[in-house]
């Protein structure tokens, strides 16, 4: 049974950082692009980075780019997203996602709140 079990999420204020990871089992991530997303009350999910599994290239959203930093421990079979300067924009259930077509998996979140 494939699960990815998001950790790592929190209240935290303007400024500070936090480290989400995504741990998995049932699969090798090493063999699939990991992304995270995030999805704030009343909005849609978008992608907030992504890692691909040959060269280990990222991708970004424009809005976390310099803040944000995406690695992957093939090794731990873990993904983590490392958040500097967390702004109160950034406020979502962040959810970590497995995809190699036509496979997507998908964990349950975890909550990140940045507020004073």
């Known amino acids: 049974q494939v699960q990815l079990v998001e950790s790592g999420g929190g209240l935290v204020q303007p400024g500070e950082s936090l480290r989400l990871s995504c741990a998995a089992s049932?699969?090798?991530?090493?063999?699939?692009?990991m992304s995270w997303y995030r999805q704030a009350p009343g909005k849609e999910r978008d992608m907030v980075a992504r890692i691909i599994t040959t060269g280990g290239g990222t991708n970004y959203a424009d809005s976390v780019k310099g803040r944000f930093t995406i690695s992957r421990d093939n090794a731990k079979n873990t993904v983590t997203l490392q958040m500097n300067s967390l702004k109160p924009e950034d406020t979502a259930v962040y959810y970590c996602?497995?995809?190699?077509?036509?496979?997507?998996?998908w964990g349950q979140g975890t909550q990140v709140t940045v507020s004073s």
């Open positions: 996602s497995a995809q190699s077509w036509p496979y997507s998996y």
């Open positions: 049932g699969l090798n991530l090493s063999r699939y692009t």
